[in-house]
């Protein structure tokens, strides 16, 4: 597709629908939300953006192979379950840090969201290779 | 409740076993995505119906109040769709490409490999 | 413990990712493959070793406890079927090194065989029936991509058989699901034995009985529903039939065995009697639709199918040494068949052919290979002292214990029919001279796998003792489900 209008718009809202692809991740535990919704969201965002420009302009903006950036999100998702067995517990037996920022507020960090992650990143990589292999095609 | 529920999951099943039988591919598939939907609207039944009672603890409670909607059968069935999804998708392309190896969308034509 | 429990899922699932992260370079996958199967082995053979000292380890992921969280659960023969999975994993994987082309390869041959291997043992682990249903999916997930891996026309028209049939097998597992559900609040097998032993609803537990077995049977290939099979098995390469061969099926069965050993206890006197039925046709068609074969592979993939009716026997007689019966003749038959689809693989590259009129000469050009042939053919047609021979012993004398003489005669009728087979096998593809007068070309590493195989075939035929003694005691174990379901719900926190 040409067009000027969407090639434009694409350029704002790629970084904006990523930054709530990374939002709705954040806020996966407790609310709705979740690695596998922003791993859609950032999904669909890159397809908008193979669609306003073309796939290889994706493709070079991802860097990684899409199907490399699903292994890492495996292998991370993987290792978010091991720290729980270091004290003798069971894989995947959730682990928390407390952050105490200046003013007081508290932020808990835990393996929980390095697996929202490793899951986001899959989502990303499985869904951006399926479809940019899709759409490849169609433009042989 | 239950027995329109039941009525539906009969429907679907119904449907969904005779678009499988069917010799068209397409309908092949979209045979057994109904049978799978079927199943799982069959999970959310069985789980007992209830209206207006979400699994949520309230404010300053510490347990569930008695009446209220099975959440195991709903997590059950995100977990199937999500599966059912990715097969889908799966068997889409798949036919897809026999479509293209093969030329033809008729399953009776696909008699080869038969021993 | 915990980590014993979920090294053999997190192993391929590492190996996959790791895959997948070097996408690009087909060499370093291969290696890969190879090393993550290695350590899949030893990890399995480390459970094994755990189980067999200390009885049932169990592990809840995440520290929830039964029936609520994910319950991680083996008994010895569920870590020994973990091991079976490990030899054919590696065996397939060194297998493939020589066998598999690089177009298939670049396409994640290796990271699907690690994620069909991590679906396979989840399976052998899960105490749970609803996870049994999530690793059957993605082993299917894995297997329906290798089957439609390459896009050739056979093959696409076996894939398509083959992930119809499966689909409709895995809707039909969860509507069980979904109603046993309904009935008993749980899917934690351990709990729902004990939940259904509470309540008295014989029809409604025949009624799901059925569904299982129909369910399960599909995926293990029990007449009548194994027209998926032979239909499929011939049309993919070598290294993914053999995998397939040594494992999908055998994941039915011991989902079978799992669920009627512990879920479904009493009150299914129906689905012993259907199953007692079931196990004699599938023998007999089995047998009968290999020898109208000339194809290598399509006279092995009806062999798998009589070879289950072997296992279904020992479920439905239900004594200790009828089941002992069947957990033997399942790892003899894991290897064993595995073996045999790696020698065909290795006669086509040899003959050029999978069709016994075209090939032959195999015997004068390749002696070692035909002897490496002659061990599984021979085990499988149960001929003493190697390992198929004690399997059908077993069953046979389990059999004549229970005063079922139809089935015996059946099993015995069904041996002499495998032999035949073989021995068509052995003088077509070996004996008789290469119609077009060619020598068959050297076979090379593929012996490896092979030779290692039919060593463990003759271990297993020769050091009958030990092997019979951990099927009996698996058995027992089977048999005594209190020990199982106590050790799930009361496990150490």
Redesign the interface.
Known sequence: MNSLILRTTTGFLLSLLMLFSVYLMLRGHNAPGGGFIGGLTATAALTLYAFAFDVATVRKMLRL?P??I???G??LA?CS?LP??VG???????RWAVLLLPDGAEIHLGTPLLFDFGVYLVVI?VGCAVLLTMAEERGE | MNTLMALLIGILYASGMYM?LRRS?VK?IIG?AL??H???L??FT???LRRDRPPLIGEGETALAAPYA?P??QA?IL??IV?GF??SA??AI??H??YQ??GTDD?DQ?????? | M??L??API?LP??T?????????SVRVQRWLGVAGSAALLASALALFAEVHVRGIAV?????WAAPFG?TLAADLLGALMVVLGGIVGLMVSVYSLGSIDEGRERF?FH?LVQILLMGVCGAFLTGDL?NL??WF?VL??AS??LT?LG????Q??????Y??LN??S???F??A???L??LT?S?NMADVSLRLARLNYPALENLLAVLFFIAFGIKAAVFPLFFWL???Y??MPVSVSALFAGLLTKVGVYALIRVFTLVFRDDVEFVKELMLVVACLTMAVGVL?AV??MEMR?ILS?HIVSQIGYMIIGLALMTPLALAGTVFYLAHHIIVKTNLFLVSGAVARATGSFELKKSGGLYAAQPGLALLFLVPALSLAGIPPLSGFWGKYILVKAGLESGQVVLVVVALAVSVFTMISMMKIWSEAFWKPHPLGLTPAPVGLLNGPIAAMAAMTLLIGFGVEPVMQLAERSAQQLLDPQSYITAVLEARR
């Open positions: 192979d199907l490399s699903a292994g890492l495996l292998a993987l379950g729980g067995m003798g517990d069971a894989y995947l037996t959730s990589g | 499988v591919m092949l057994l049978l799978s079927a199943a799982n069959l999970i069985m789980a007992t099975d195991v059968p059950l977990t199937a599966i990715a097969v799966f068997a798949m036919i490409r026999v190896t093969t399953l696909l008699h080869t490999t038969d021993s | 915990n980590l429990l979920v997190l699932l590492l996959a990712a790791l895959c997948l992260l070097a996408w690009k592990s809840h992921a995440g520290e994910i994640g990271p609803f249903y999530v999916e299917l997930m329906f991509v439609a896009g050739e026309r056979a696409m028209e076996g894939a398509i058989k992930v119809t689909l409709v895995s809707a039909i969860l509507a699901l979904g109603l559900y309904g609040h899917l032979p239909a499929s011939h049309t639709g109208a074969q399509r009806f």
